[in-house]
């Protein structure tokens, strides 16, 4: 069964960077397509970032121009790149692909906070 481990989360100050990375293991030889989550206290689980056939991507429109998905398929790895950062973008980060095609993993905690 595929796995997929969230890592990179943290504590930042507003106008800061991260890098989220999704490892994705047993049953994916090369992942093609990979969506970034997050769910914020109280709130759904919003997509944040999607990437398909390995270049085409989409982004909400509150995370445009500020996060990039990248996918990386000689580690199997699938990454998100958060460059200033906002107290609104804090939440629990999750990759899958089409809103939970994968089990979900444990997530990431991002928290944007001065």
């Known amino acids: 069964q595929v796995q997929l481990v969230e890592s990179g989360g943290g504590l930042v100050q507003p106008g800061g960077s991260l890098r989220l990375s999704c490892a994705a293991s047993?049953?994916?030889?090369?992942?093609?397509?990979m969506d970034w989550y997050r769910q914020a206290p109280g709130k759904q689980r919003e997509l944040v970032a999607g990437i398909t056939r390995g270049v085409d991507t989409k982004y909400a429109d509150s995370v445009k121009g500020r996060f990039t998905i990248s996918i990386d398929n000689a580690k199997k790895m699938v990454y998100l790149q958060m460059n200033s950062l906002k107290p609104e973008d804090t939440a629990v980060y999750y990759c899958?692909?089409?809103?939970?095609?994968?089990?979900w993993g444990q997530g990431t905690q991002v928290t944007v906070s001065s």
């Open positions: 047993r049953g994916i030889t090369r992942i093609n397509a």
């Open positions: 899958n692909v089409l809103n939970g095609l994968y089990p």
